[in-house]
């Protein structure tokens, strides 16, 4: 999803949510609201520690018995906070689940997408897992472990009135969240339509997903692009006020995010994750959150490769 630094129920939950935080639904920029996830949810049975994977994470992660994690909790299904203020989705559970694996308790901080990743590098955090897209910039600066692959896809309002296509969108107005992957393909769309004599397309930044939401079905914006489970959601959760048009595009492995040079922490993510594939574990949790099959991963993989 998000570039540098890759949706909460939608129609009714994800306005809630919208309300809530200030009312930017990105929650505390400075990452101070938090929810520890010790265990599985009733239907996830909690995943067994294996020993040999957690003897490899670093004294200093695993000493205080937990594993900081920032987040950008506004990108339902994959991660977001219901409207008890629980912390939910994918990343939530697949997290939970890895930090089982390695015997450590995965506290989840509520962050600003785009300080995130500032955030591993400085520390802040011990992980990051918020539908990051793996890309060659980020991986000058950070590791990653894949875990799943998602595509880009536009979201538009019933029946399409405005007759979008992905490939025409010149002096169109579209929605997408600040950070994401997205707005680099927004920007080299819009400056190909200027470079042919055509408007621009009009994009509106806004900083969570689901206030970009909350623009399309009040008809602030045209349509919106983001990761395509992401777009999936919210279909299903607006009580038919939007629809998809077109197929994904763009598909990318989404991946765990670590200081660079993560070395054998690093190892006992991968293998911890790859443990859950292994045991079906990962399969359940995607079909907990209603994620196509089609974006499984059979390896995880540690990048860059060591």
Do not use: H
């Amino acid at each position: 999803m998000k570039a540098l630094a890759l949706l909460p129920a939608f129609a009714l939950v994800g306005l809630t949510m919208a309300c809530g935080a200030g009312g930017s639904g990105a929650g505390d920029a400075g990452g101070n609201s938090s929810a520890a996830a010790p265990g599985g949810s009733a239907d996830i049975p909690a995943a067994a520690k294996d020993d040999k994977l957690a003897a490899m994470v670093p004294a200093a992660i695993s000493a205080d018995g937990k594993i900081l994690v920032g987040q950008d909790q506004s990108y339902p299904p994959n991660e977001f906070q219901d409207e008890s203020g629980k912390v939910s989705g994918f990343d939530v559970d697949l997290g939970t689940a890895v930090g089982q694996k390695l015997g450590l308790k995965m506290e989840f901080q509520n962050a600003a997408f785009d300080g995130i990743i500032p955030g591993i590098q400085s520390a802040k955090y011990e992980m990051a897992m918020s539908s990051f897209s793996i890309n060659a910039e980020r991986l000058q600066t950070v590791d990653m472990i894949s875990y799943y692959k998602a595509g880009t896809s536009m979201a538009v309002l019933k029946g399409n009135p405005d007759k979008l296509s992905v490939d025409d969108l010149c002096g169109k107005k579209m929605g997408v969240q600040k950070g994401t992957t997205q707005v680099d393909d927004l920007q080299k769309r819009s400056d190909t339509c200027t470079a042919a004599g055509k408007p621009a397309i009009d994009v509106t930044q806004l900083q969570a997903q689901t206030d970009v939401n909350l623009a399309l079905t009040a008809k602030r914006v045209q349509g919106e692009l983001a990761d395509s489970p992401v777009v999936d959601y919210a279909v299903k959760q607006t009580g038919g006020q939007l629809e998809v048009v077109g197929a994904p595009y763009d598909t990318a492995p989404y991946g765990i995010v670590l200081k660079k040079g993560s070395g054998d922490y690093g190892k006992a993510v991968q293998g911890a994750v790859q443990a859950l594939i292994t045991d079906g574990t990962y399969k359940k949790i995607l079909e907990k959150w209603g994620l196509s099959s089609a974006g499984a991963v059979a390896t995880s993989e540690i990048n860059p490769a060591s």
